[in-house]
Structures are given as structure tokens and as C-alpha cells.
């Protein structure tokens, strides 16, 4: 897997939008980068993935640079449920079929 | 449709006890996995699954670990036996290649405690 760099902690107001950067320098060209949370005393959740565009579904959007050596995730309107520990991956291999190497991830914590 | 389904959710053993944990994948999921998560740390794969056969178990310490997937639905993960360092959450995951197969679903995870 390609290694990832992400702050160890952030805080966001909530309504505001949330922007968690990723630096993965040494990815390949056929990795994706893929994005999961973990809610306290839950199992990580699938938040979004991609390779070279911009990507948006209904829990966030993700940014990659053209160099794809970083991306930001955003959540365009954080509220007090997305505190939670974010996950940037770049799995071997290109997808999330396989090996997970999950990382220290970001703390959010998105506070009233 | 239901999610990842562990068992149990907690469990308290003393050092030397085995203990077994079980999982029901998303129904339709040929690929499962089992991960363990330390406090503060991210996941860590023990071993994956593809239907009955485990393609990966790289990670699995395999003196006291094991894993079975006989009719490649269900999955249990045994320790046998457990020492104080594994105390930690068992998680487990599916996915499928259909589709696009670009997501692991993952279960509420069983929380070991070694005394």
C-alpha cells in the first residue's frame, strides 16, 4: 500500500465544512485513494474513493490534486455526528478488495 | 438488508481460556475478512477469505489463532489460548465482487478482555 499521511487531530464547528487532508506521495497510478470513518465503538464505514477526478456522493466529496500525490476530504456541512476517526487508504493492488491498511486516521470532532 | 452481524458483542476470559468469536456476512459476500483493532490503533488484517478458502492469513499468528469458513457463509475466529496482550476488538468485514466492489461493510466488532 502506499503510504499515507494524514494530522493526527482536527476540530470543526458544526455546519461548517470539514476538510481532512491526505498526503500519499508514493501512490501508483492504478491505487485509489479510499476514505472510511469509525464512529466510536463501531466498525469503520465506507465513505468515498477515487482515482484521478473529483468525486462526490451523498456523505462527502473528495478532492485529489492533479500530481495525485495528496487529496482533502469534505464534508461540506459537518454535524456533531461525524466526530469520528477518518481513514485515508491506498490499498495495494488499486481497490479496497483486499488488504485494508488502515493508518492513525484524523479525530474529528465537531463540536456545537 | 442487514449488515455484518457479530457474536458476541463483549466477552471477559481469564489468560489461558479459549474463546471463539463468530460472524454472518452480508448475504451474498463471497470475500470475508477478520481484523483486529488495539486501542488507539487502526484495524489490522489477520486473514481473508474467499468463500471457504483463506487466501491471505499472512498476519494470523498461527500458534494460538485459528479461522474457518466451512460452507463459506459463516466465519469463526478461535483463540486457544488467550494470553493478556489479546485483549483488543475483533472485527469482522465482507464485500463483494459484483457490482463494484469497492467497499468493505464491516460488523459492530467483539470487544476481548484478557484478565
Known amino acids: 500500500d502506499a503510504k499515507t499521511t494524514q494530522p493526527p487531530s482536527m476540530d470543526c464547528a458544526e455546519g461548517r465544512a470539514a476538510n481532512l487532508p491526505c498526503n500519499h506521495s508514493?501512490?501508483?497510478?492504478?491505487?485509489?485513494v479510499y476514505w472510511y470513518r469509525q464512529i466510536h465503538s463501531q466498525g469503520p464505514q465506507y465513505i468515498i474513493h477515487g482515482l484521478k477526478n473529483n468525486e462526490t456522493n451523498e456523505m462527502a466529496s473528495l478532492i485529489i490534486t492533479e500530481d495525485r500525490k495528496s487529496s482533502t476530504l469534505i464534508l461540506p456541512h459537518a454535524t456533531l455526528r461525524d466526530t469520528a476517526v477518518y481513514y485515508c487508504i491506498a490499498p495495494a493492488g488499486g481497490t479496497s478488495y483486499g488488504k485494508l491498511t488502515f493508518g492513525q486516521g484524523t479525530i474529528l470532532t465537531v463540536h456545537p | 438488508e442487514a449488515g455484518v452481524v457479530q457474536s458476541p458483542r463483549y466477552k471477559i476470559i481469564e489468560k489461558k481460556q479459549p474463546v471463539a468469536f463468530w460472524c454472518n456476512p452480508i448475504?451474498?459476500?463471497?470475500?470475508l475478512y477478520w481484523y483486529l483493532q488495539n486501542l488507539g490503533q487502526g484495524p489490522e488484517l489477520l486473514i481473508r477469505y474467499e468463500n471457504e478458502e483463506a487466501v491471505d492469513d499472512s498476519q494470523l499468528p498461527k500458534d494460538r489463532f485459528s479461522a474457518e469458513r466451512l460452507k463459506g457463509v459463516d466465519s469463526t475466529l478461535k483463540i486457544q489460548p488467550a494470553e493478556l496482550g489479546d485483549s483488543a476488538v475483533y472485527l469482522c468485514?465482507?464485500?463483494?465482487?459484483?457490482?463494484?466492489?469497492?467497499?468493505?461493510?464491516f460488523g459492530p466488532g467483539t470487544r476481548l478482555t484478557v484478565l
Open positions: 448475504s451474498g459476500h463471497n470475500t
Open positions: 468485514a465482507s464485500s463483494s465482487k459484483q457490482g463494484a466492489g469497492n467497499e468493505q461493510f
Open positions: 508514493t501512490i501508483s497510478g492504478n491505487e485509489y
